[in-house]
């Protein structure tokens, strides 16, 4: 990528939450933005945002949409990334995706700064740097500190996440039956976004089931896991869990190591890992909590204890802003990447 002293950014998606997101964390964090291209359905053009003490309106997302642009944030859902994502590369953008469309993909590299940053620069072979899932981004940037002071050789995860991650209608649900609970009337029985009733509820299904009985969220955790820690010999079994919180994914995980991690060192690591906070005082009912770590950037880790059913095994948990370090900072981080080392 060229030197700039500023960069032209589209963000294909802008109306959603973690289009928004994008917008708000490029703003914080002083990213050298020359023009910003907002870009959206038909039915979001003509809405204007604020920016930086701009206005800017919404335009319709097309295949004519990023000439002059140079990084495009994709947040649109994959079949718009796999329909638009090659014409923003063909006019010269580097695209940092969002969805699923080609995280697996070989040949694009599935990036999280803190981690694998190294990965970054192979977006020429296609132009195209992947993000991770929300729950991977959080429940990763756990593993990682333990990975460095032992290989991690086998993975149990339950993640508790919340409505936000299914976009707008999740939050509008979950409002809709707690305000109905909060009259004393019947949540509604018809639901568009979850399955079943999510106020006061617990859903063990997130995305289609497979043949295996495994959702394909919970196969995302095992393969992007490994794909980031360059590591295809690690195991991880994974049951993903709707709860009724707006904002803020967790995720508790049993880990097994080579060899033995102490309590100590693993928090030592935590300490010393950027992008983490450690948040462990039990006694004190310290830990991490989704109402904590809502708008913040970093993920929080706690309940650290050894695993005394299994040799070298560890269990820990913790709680990170899927809109921000699952999504949208995650995107910027990566677009930061890309203008430091010009590549």
Known sequence: MERKEKYNLAIAGATGAVGQEMMQILEERNFPVGELRLLASERSQGRKYSFCGREITVSVLGEDSFRGIDIA???????????????????????????????????????????????????????????????????????????????????????????????????????????????????????????????????????????????????????????????????????????????????????????????????EAIRNFPGVSLVDDPENSDYPMPVESSGKDDCFIGRIREDYTVKNGLSLWVSGDQLRKGAALNAVQIAELLVRNHV
């Not at 859902?77 to 580097?94: F, I, L, Q």
């Not at 010999?233 to 033995?260: C, D, G, M, Q, Y």
């Open 73 to 267: 944030l994709f947040s649109a859902g994959s079949e718009r990334s796999r329909k638009y994502a090659d014409c923003a590369v063909a006019s010269g953008a580097v695209v940092i995706d969002n969805s699923s469309a080609f995280r697996m993909d070989p040949e694009i590299p599935l990036v999280i700064p803190e981690i694998n940053a190294q990965a970054a620069a192979l977006h020429v072979k296609k132009g195209i740097v992947a993000n991770p899932n929300c729950t991977t981004a959080v429940a990763i940037m756990a593993l990682k500190p333990i990975h460095d002071v032992s290989r991690i050789k086998r993975v149990v995860a339950t993640s508790f996440q919340a409505v936000s991650g299914a976009g707008a209608g999740g939050i509008a649900e979950l409002e809709s039956q707690v305000r109905s609970w909060s009259e004393s009337k019947e949540p509604p029985r018809e639901t568009n976004t979850f399955p079943h009733q999510i106020a006061f509820n617990v859903i063990p299904h997130i995305d289609s089931f497979t043949e295996s009985g495994y959702t394909k969220e919970e196969m995302k955790l095992h393969n992007e896991t490994r794909k980031i820690l360059g590591d295809d010999s690690i195991v991880l079994t994974a049951t993903t869990v709707r709860v009724p919180v707006f904002r803020s994914h967790s995720v508790s995980l049993n880990l097994e190591t080579e060899r033995k991690v102490t309590i100590e060192e693993a928090r």
